[in-house]
Structure formats: structure tokens, C-alpha cells
């Protein structure tokens, strides 16, 4: 029986948590990629206690890797880059131990934590100023994943995206060019802390402990899920403010929004309506992430869409 805290380097208190006996699966768990998404890192330091109970018991197998701070300087300032470079964690993987801060961190978590692990979770949410519905995502075409279809079912979200792709600088192309399968979740964020959003992140973690025999207990029910099939999930693709002024949200994350649907409008300082945000696309659409903090300025994201669900029969 093991836990133990290693400090990954370099220099930021950027904390690696690992726990079990060595004999059986590596799970890697990681929270906080982004400073300002509360709900991966407190997920992930339940996990913590509950593995280090379990392995006090005996009944924990294989290796639990778990990151609950990613990004230590970020999760400091609540910011979802790094106040120290500028650097947005989640696009610079795998990293370069003698380059930025940042690319520092994503060096470490490649070789000391993704590196021989048999499934990555990469635990992140909408962030303070946005939404977002609560779903696990994964990467479909890569050699790893029918792996990582089977982690994201065995997850349990209410909603799954497979995408068609992902672009660089990601831990989960980092983790696809080791061969390591990989998962990502999202919730709510807003600010908040939904309790009903943190209990699906550590169910949904205890249920991988149990896909992979770690634990000892037993996967539970089959949870129905509604699929999503396609895009990137990029939020940096996302539909944008062209005028500064405020924000009103004329749907909700999680809303299947028609061709054409007004999903937010701007208006300026007099309340005129200045940019009205549409579903530019042919067909219906999922609004995967949507503006929360009235206040915009030029470029600012306003909503990420994603595509509409499919039937479950078409799967
Ligand atoms: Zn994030």
C-alpha cells in the first residue's frame, strides 16, 4: 500500500498525488488544466480521499495518479490562463521542460503522469463566465479510441460528444500520441458549484475505478446517456462578440437550437440590440457553452456549439 505526494516540478507547488500498490491498471486523474473550473479539482481530491481510504483497506489495486492542480499559478489568480506567461495549459501539451512556465507544467504531466497510463481523465468545466451542460468527451478515429468509448461509458454523464478530432497542444493528443486512451468532462461552471455536478464527476470516477478492477466496488447501473457525434469541441472556435457591451443569453446550455435560433443578443450602453448570436448552421445544434458574465468586449466567445444528439438507435 502507497500514498505519496511528489512534486513534479518546476517550482509551482505542481503536486502529484499517487496511490495503490502498483499491481494492476494506471488511472490518471487531472483537475485544474484551467484556473478558474473548481469543479475538476474538487472532484479530484475526492477521489484522493476516498483511494487513500480504500487503500487503507487493502481493496485498492493497480495506480491512481491524480493531479488535483494542474495549473498552480492559474488555480492562484482563478484565471484560466497562466498569469506568469500568458500560456493557455490545455493548447501547449506536450510541453517543453526548458521553455515557459506553462510549457514546463505540460512536460511533467506528459512524462510523469499520462506517460504508461492506461486512461487519462481530464477533469475541466465551463469556468466562471460561461456554461455549460455536464458531459464526457473523447476523440474518435485514433487507434486508442474504442478504449476510450468504453471509459466514457463507463463514466456515466447524462451527455457524451465523440469528436472527430482535436486540435494540438492538448493532453488528450498528447495521451493519443503515448497510446494512452483519454476522456475529458465538463460541467456547469458560472461561478458556481453545482453539488449535483460534483457527485456525477466522483461517481463517475469511482465507476472507472470499478471498469478497471481497481476498486472494489461494482460498475452500478447502466446510465442512459444522450450522444453527440462530431466537431471538434474547440471552444476557440466559438461564436464572438464584435461589439463591447452586455451579454443576454437567449438560451441555455444544453438547448438544441434550430437554423437561424437567436442563442444570445448584444446590446450596448442604451440597451440597443447591436449583434444578434444565430445557429449559422444548416441544421439543429447543440449550445455546448454560452456566455454567463453579462459584460463583453470585441472577440470575447459567446456561445460554442456542438452538434445536434443522434438516436440512440443509429449508434
Ligand atoms: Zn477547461
Do not use: K, M, N, Q
Given at each position: 500500500m502507497t500514498s505519496r505526494t511528489l512534486?513534479?516540478?518546476?517550482?509551482?507547488?505542481l503536486y502529484m498525488h499517487e496511490i495503490g500498490d502498483g499491481n494492476g491498471p494506471t488511472l490518471a486523474v487531472l483537475g485544474g488544466?484551467?484556473?478558474?473550473?473548481?469543479e475538476g479539482v474538487a472532484a479530484a481530491r475526492m477521489l484522493i480521499n476516498l483511494a487513500e481510504l480504500l487503500d487503507a483497506q487493502g481493496l485498492l489495486r493497480g495506480t491512481l495518479r491524480v493531479v488535483?492542480?494542474?495549473n498552480p499559478p492559474a488555480f492562484e489568480a482563478r484565471?484560466?490562463?497562466?498569469?506568469?506567461?500568458?500560456?493557455n495549459l490545455a493548447r501547449?501539451?506536450?510541453?517543453?521542460?526548458?521553455?515557459s512556465v506553462t510549457k514546463q507544467i505540460a512536460h511533467a504531466l506528459t512524462e510523469r503522469v499520462i506517460r504508461g497510463a492506461d486512461l487519462l481523465v481530464d477533469l475541466h468545466s465551463a469556468g466562471v463566465h460561461y456554461s455549460m451542460p455536464l458531459f464526457v468527451g473523447f476523440v474518435d478515429h485514433l487507434v486508442t479510441s474504442p478504449m476510450s468509448r468504453e471509459a466514457a461509458t463507463a463514466f456515466g454523464a447524462p451527455l457524451t460528444w465523440q469528436h472527430e478530432g482535436s486540435g494540438p497542444g492538448r493532453s488528450l493528443s498528447a495521451a493519443a500520441d503515448l497510446g494512452v486512451p483519454s476522456i475529458y468532462v465538463e460541467g456547469s461552471g458560472g461561478g458556481g458549484l453545482a453539488g449535483t455536478d460534483l457527485d456525477t464527476y466522483v461517481r463517475g470516477l469511482t465507476r472507472l475505478l470499478a471498469h478497471f478492477g481497481m476498486g472494489h466496488e461494482t460498475p452500478g447501473p447502466h446510465i442512459e446517456s444522450t450522444w453527440l457525434s462530431g466537431d471538434?469541441?474547440?471552444?476557440?472556435s466559438s461564436l464572438a462578440s464584435t461589439f463591447a457591451g452586455y451579454c443576454v443569453t437567449r438560451s441555455a446550455a444544453g438547448d438544441v437550437v434550430s437554423t437561424g435560433q437567436v442563442i444570445a443578443e448584444i446590446i450596448d450602453d442604451a440597451a440597443r440590440v447591436v449583434q444578434q448570436i444565430r445557429n449559422p448552421r444548416p441544421g439543429p445544434a447543440t449550445v455546448m457553452m454560452l456566455r454567463q458574465t453579462a459584460i463583453v468586449t470585441p472577440g470575447d466567445a459567446i456561445a460554442m456549439l456542438g452538434p445536434a444528439p443522434i438516436a440512440a438507435a443509429s449508434l
Open positions: 512534486d513534479l516540478g518546476p517550482g509551482v507547488g488544466v484551467h484556473g478558474d473550473e473548481i488535483p492542480v494542474c484565471t484560466r490562463t497562466s498569469p506568469l506567461d500568458g500560456e501547449v501539451f506536450p510541453g517543453d521542460a526548458s521553455a471538434d469541441g474547440d471552444v476557440d
